[in-house]
Each structure stands twice: as C-alpha cells, then as structure tokens.
C-alpha cells in the first residue's frame, strides 16, 4: 500500500489540505517582498556632485550653477559623476565674466547631491553607493543570494533529517530576527552581513512550503495546488510595489517587509508535520495521529473509525524498507544513474530560470512607467500566466511545458535587443511576455522539481537545486554592469542563458499523473 492509495481513503483534497495551503500561503506572500526588495532598498535617484563653494554664487540661479560646474552628456543631462575642477563661467550664454580656461574634469571631490523627491533615503544615499561605489550597490543583492545559496544547503539537508515543520519555523524566526538587524544597520558591512544571513533564513521558506503542503494533496490536485501557492508570490509581489510606495525611508521599509513573517509563525502551529515524511522516517504513531486528524476534517467518518491498530500496520508496512532520513545526503543526489541525470539537468535548468527571472525583475524601466507601477505590473502580469501554466502543464505536460516557457523566455529578452528604442509601445508589449514566460517557467520548476525526487530526497533535491538557481539569482544583478563593455551585453547574457539551460529540460523525465515517488528504487 502506497501513501497515494490511503491519501484516497482519508481525502486527498479536503477542507485539511485546504487550510494547509492556506496558511502555507502566508510565507510565500512575504517571500517576493524581501528578494525583490534590492529595487526599492537600493534604488539610485538622480545625483551629481556637491559643488563647494556654492554660497558664492547667489546671482545665478540652480540651472546655471550646474552648468558651470558639472559637464554635460551627448543629450544634454547633466553628469552624475563628474565635475569641473574650476567653474566655467564661458559656458553661460549671457556672460562673459571670464575667458574659457583650461579646466580639466575629475570625479566628485566632495559628495554628492540627491533627488530626494521619489525616496527619501536609500542605501545608495545613505552611503554613496554611487559611481565608483556602483558595484557595492549592485553586490547587495548578490550578497543576499548568496546567503539563500548557502540556506538551499542547509535547510535541504536539515528538512529531510529533521523534518519539514520543523525546519519552516526555525526559518521564520531566524528571518524575523536577521530582517529586524538588517533595518537597523549602522554601516554597510553590517547591512552586507545582516542581509545575507536574511537570505539563509528565507531560503528555508522558500523550500519547505510547496513540498510540505504537496505531500498531503493527491496527484489530481497536485498541479492546482502548486499553481495555488506561487500565485501568492504574485500576489506578494504586488503588495512589496505598495508597502515600497508608501514607506520611502529604507530602514522602516525593511521592517514593514519583515513584519509579516510574525503572523506566518502564529499560523504555523496548525499545520501538521508532513505524513510522507513521518512514515519514510520510521514515525508511524506521529504520522497516525495525522492521519486520523484529516480524516476526521475531511469528513471521512468509516475512516476515522477504523480501527488504530490496522491503521498503524499499513503505515509500518509503507516505512518497510525506508531508510532513515539521516542515511541520505546530497551525494546520494548523483550516486545512481538516473538521479545524476535528473540532479543535473534540473540544476541546469534552475540556474536558467532564476538568472533569466531575476534579471527581469531588477530592471524595472522598460515600461516607461514609474518604478512602483512596474514593479505592480509585473506582479499582475504573474498571475494570468500561473493560471495559463495550470492548464499547459495538464495538457503539454510538465517538461514540455518547462523548457517552452524558459526558452520563449530568453527570446522576448533577446528580441527587445533589436527592437529599435523608438518602439517603445512595441518593445513594452514584448517585455510583458517576456515577464509572463519568466513567471510561468519559475512556476513550473518549483512543481515540477517536487515530483522529479522521491520523499526521502526530496528535500535534499529541492535543496541541491535551490542552490543551483540561487548562484543564478547572485550572479544576475551583477551582470547589469556589462553595460559598460556593450549596452545591450546584459540582455543578451539573459537571453543566452534562458535559451540553452531551457532546451536541457527536454533531457527531464515527464511526471505528469504519476505518482510521487517515495524511494530512490522507485525513480530507478
């Protein structure tokens, strides 16, 4: 007897399933907020030098202050990191105080000014993150993926050995804790390492809620039930553009982002340790009281009524020949022919899928809307597209449907490469799409990779495979500084990426309608 064939006796898809997907919910809405957050916590407003001196020139007006002391780019701006060393008073159309002189150009030698008229303080602001300091500002955010790499690993390993509950609530305690340090950082080194441990903390949240609330629903509703959940990501995502448009000042930003993480461990104590997982690990009487519980929710009363001693040998004979969680590692990910390929090919795949998706989502300007109203567009533009996947994936199936997404992915991204910059309705319009198959290919992975490891790795897979994604979301806010080598260079990165880790999907097996495999046996 399967663990599928008793979700069928006690209700695979009940009011017990329901409220457990709902309050696994709750964390995965807080989710976007912090890894999103790069956008608004370290957004760069408009800047230019500090003029010294700047009380000696009372007769001029601001616009001409600038002019005679800041150089101008081809298209008139002003420069954001340069400076006359002299003032160039020639340069003022109606005067001729003095003859032109040889000033030369040099970087900002004593600060900088700032646009305070969309953020009141940022991280770039607070501590110049700005010019040569640009790749401090853009390393925040690689900062805390790393620290979601390192989690992947962590709370992998100690999900399976120690149990999916478990490991949630130490996550959100931990996020709570970091996130509250990160809001109250003194200097940058501080928010670097507050940061980063935020991200270890959240990796587990992110890894644990769609396996945890999947291994109680039957196959019929696993893919809703998926679909269900990243929706709240979406929606999530949505709420980070208003929280960000209301609070400008980045320090009380990071606790308005970090608060709800409190009502998610409130939540928490309902849900129940995952079945699957009890009986791989030997802990029949646990996973017995469970069992009985959603029963008894699900309105199945012959079952709640069977009698305990029958139930607890089914559930001993299923943990038959299941070794304990703690024989299990990631080396056991590659140790048989088929894991190996399945480990790396969906690695490769993650990779592909966070480095695309991540580095859509931090370039915010190719709406030719103001930051909040994209960053709120691109949460709605999320959710028509999980609701399209819910039908792809039962249709096309789950591989077919991962690799198209990932591919039509990096080509929407390419395409806006050619796509002259005075199209800009055209060239929006493709973005949009290219946000839709971002979201549906992330969507997907998370689904499908759950149903790719069996229950005693399953964890340890998700683990591996976050890791894997997370050196993809590390690496890509960094790639916006190939600008500077070609403008479009960055793109094309994205595009490349998406395109070939989207075509290695095709080497994944299909899983559509099958059942979860509990035992690496099972997946060979």
């Not at 001693?309 to 022919?337: N, V």
């Amino acid at each position: 007897m399967k663990f599928e064939d008793l979700l069928l006796e006690i209700g695979g898809f009940g009011r017990f399933q329901i409220l457990i997907l709902f309050f696994l919910c709750l964390p995965r809405i807080n989710l976007p907020m912090h890894f999103l957050l790069h956008n608004f916590l370290a957004a760069t407003p408009s800047h230019h030098c500090a003029i010294p001196h700047q009380e000696a020139f009372v007769n001029l007006t601001m616009e001409e202050v600038l002019l005679i002391s800041i150089p101008r780019e081809p298209d008139g701006t002003f420069r954001s990191c340069e400076m006359f060393s002299e003032p160039q008073f020639h340069l003022l159309l109606n005067s001729s105080l003095q003859p032109e002189n040889n000033s030369i150009i040099q970087q900002c030698q004593h600060g900088w000014v700032y646009d305070h008229s969309q953020f009141t303080s940022t991280i770039s602001t607070e501590w110049d993150l700005v010019c040569e300091q640009r790749g401090l500002n853009q390393a925040t955010a690689t900062f805390f993926f790393i620290g979601v790499t390192m989690g992947a690993v962590i709370f992998g390993y100690l999900s399976d050995r120690f149990g999916r509950k478990a490991m949630l609530l130490l996550s959100l305690v931990c996020s709570v804790i970091f996130g509250m340090l990160s809001a109250a950082s003194v200097s940058y080194s501080m928010l670097a390492i507050t940061r980063t441990l935020t991200g270890v903390a959240l990796s587990g949240v992110s890894l644990i809620v769609l396996p945890l609330g999947m291994e109680w629903v039957d196959i019929q509703h696993r893919t809703f039930s998926g679909i269900l959940t990243s929706i709240f990501w979406s929606i999530g995502n949505m709420l980070l553009a208003m929280i960000a448009y209301l609070v400008r000042e980045w320090h009380w930003l990071l606790v308005a982002v970090t608060g709800p993480c409190l009502l998610s461990i409130v939540c928490l104590w309902w849900v129940p340790e995952s079945a699957r997982w009890l009986i791989a690990n030997g802990k029949v009487k646990q996973a017995h009281r469970h069992v009985l519980r959603c029963a008894r929710m699900n309105g199945r009363k012959d079952f709640a009524l069977f009698p305990s001693f029958h139930l607890s040998q089914a559930l001993r004979r299923m943990a038959t020949d299941k070794k304990p969680g703690g024989s299990y590692s990631y080396i056991s990910l590659f140790r048989t022919p088929v894991l190996r390929k399945i480990s790396l090919c969906s690695g490769a795949v993650w990779f592909g899928v966070a480095f695309s998706y991540y580095g859509m989502s931090m370039n915010l300007t190719g709406f030719g809307l103001n930051m909040y109203l994209s960053q709120f567009v691109f949460g709605v533009i999320e959710i028509p597209a999980k609701i399209i996947m819910y039908v792809v994936v039962n249709r096309a199936g789950r591989r077919q449907s991962q690799a198209w997404a990932l591919i039509l992915t990096g080509l929407c991204i390419g395409a806006n490469v050619i796509i002259p910059k005075p199209f800009t309705f055209l060239r929006s319009v493709v973005a949009i799409m290219g946000k839709g198959f971002s979201e549906a290919a992330f969507t997907t992975v998370f689904l499908y990779t759950s149903e790719l490891y069996p229950t005693v790795l399953r964890q340890n897979g998700m683990g591996y495979t976050s890791f894997v994604a997370r050196l993809g979301g590390a690496l890509a806010p960094l790639v916006f500084l190939l600008d500077e080598v070609w403008r479009s260079l960055p793109e094309v990165t994205y595009c490349g990426v998406a395109v070939c880790c989207g075509s290695v999907a095709f080497l994944l097996p299909e899983t559509l309608n099958v059942r979860l495999p509990e035992g690496i046996e099972d997946i060979e």
